[in-house]
C-alpha cells in the first residue's frame, strides 16, 4: 500500500480569502420540486420559499469529464486542493435575514474563510470553512458558514455497539429515507457524489451500510421542525453531522422543548445514535 499523500498546510491556507461569485434565480419550478419533495406547502410567485432551499441555487454545473471518481468536481479550483479522497459536510451555522421568494434573483457571493488540519478518529481529517452571503436586490437574505470535511480512504468505521441511543424528542416527525427521495434530493441540489445513489460504490469503496442520507437533506428536515414549533423561521440556525444514517431506515426529526428562544433538535434512526445534531435561535 503507498503513502498516504502529505497535506501541505501552508499551500492549503494560502486558498483562504480566495472568493467566488454566482448568480441563481429561485424559479416556480424548483420552488414546487422543492416542496413536493420536502412535503411542504407549494409556494406561488411572489411568496416565501421553505428555509434552506438555497443549499439548491447555484450550485456547480461542471462537464462530466473533470469530475473526481466519487461524482464530486475535482479539487483546486475554488476549493483548495487537499489531497484526502473522502468529502462531507460536516455542518454549517445559518442566519436568516428575510425570506427569499418564488421569482427572486439570487447572488451568492462565497469565500474560503478557514482551512484547519486535524487527526480524528478514522485518521486525517481537513476542515473547510466557507462563508456564503445570499443577496437579493442589493440586501443580505442569508448569511452562513458551511464547513466542508476531507478524510482518508478509510473505510467509514462501523457504529460502535456502546452507543448511546438517541432520547426521543418532546415533538417527534418520522421519514423513510427512500432511494427516491435521496435521488431527488441529490437532482435537486445537483449533487453528483456517488454515495447518495451508487449503492455499490457507498458500500464497496467508501464503507458505508447503504446509501447515505445527505448532511443538508438532514439539517433542512430538522430547521422545517424548528419552524413547525414555533411558528416562524429561525433567526439562527445551527446543525453538525455526528454519525450517519442509510436509506431504508425510519428516520425521527427530533425537537426538544422550546426555552428562551433556543431549540434543540437532532436525527436519529431507530435505535440508533444521534446523526445530526441542530439548534435553532429566535
Known amino acids: 500500500m503507498s503513502d498516504p499523500p502529505p497535506l501541505d498546510e501552508s499551500l492549503l491556507k494560502s486558498w483562504v480569502g480566495r472568493e467566488e461569485v454566482a448568480r441563481d434565480v429561485v424559479t416556480e419550478d424548483l420552488a414546487r420540486k422543492f416542496a413536493v419533495t420536502l412535503g411542504t406547502p407549494v409556494p406561488q410567485v411572489g411568496e416565501a420559499v421553505p428555509p434552506l432551499l438555497h443549499f439548491c441555487l447555484a450550485q456547480p454545473a461542471l462537464p462530466l469529464d473533470v469530475l473526481g471518481p466519487d461524482g464530486h468536481p475535482r479539487k483546486g479550483g475554488f476549493l483548495p486542493p487537499v489531497p484526502l479522497p473522502r468529502r462531507m459536510w460536516a455542518g454549517g451555522d445559518v442566519t436568516f435575514h428575510r425570506d427569499l421568494c418564488v421569482g427572486d434573483t439570487v447572488l451568492r457571493r462565497s469565500r474560503i474563510a478557514d482551512v484547519t488540519i486535524k487527526e480524528g478518529r478514522t485518521g486525517r ?3 473547510v470553512s466557507v462563508h456564503h452571503v445570499l443577496e437579493t436586490g442589493g440586501t ?21 455497539k456502546a452507543f448511546v441511543p438517541a432520547p426521543a424528542g418532546q415533538t417527534t416527525a418520522r421519514i423513510v429515507a427512500t ?7 441529490s437532482a435537486l441540489t445537483f449533487n453528483g457524489h456517488r454515495i ?24 433542512t428536515w430538522l430547521c422545517h421542525m424548528a419552524a413547525r414549533v414555533a411558528g416562524r423561521t429561525p433567526a439562527r440556525f445551527t446543525y453538525r453531522g455526528q454519525s450517519p ?6 428516520i425521527g426529526i427530533h425537537a426538544g422543548p422550546l426555552a428562551d428562544g433556543r431549540l434543540a433538535l437532532w436525527t436519529a434512526r431507530e435505535g440508533g445514535p444521534v446523526a445530526m445534531s441542530g439548534e435553532a435561535f429566535w
Open 125 to 127: 481529517l481537513c476542515f
Open 245 to 250: 444514517v442509510s436509506d431504508g431506515e425510519t
Open 140 to 160: 443580505a437574505a442569508i448569511d452562513e458558514i458551511q464547513t466542508i470535511v476531507y478524510r482518508d480512504a478509510t473505510p467509514v468505521a462501523p457504529a460502535s
Open 179 to 185: 432511494p427516491t427521495l435521496l435521488f431527488r434530493y
Open 196 to 219: 447518495h445513489y451508487d449503492r455499490r460504490y457507498a458500500v464497496e469503496d467508501e464503507g458505508y451500510a447503504g446509501l447515505v442520507v445527505h448532511g443538508p437533506l438532514q439539517a
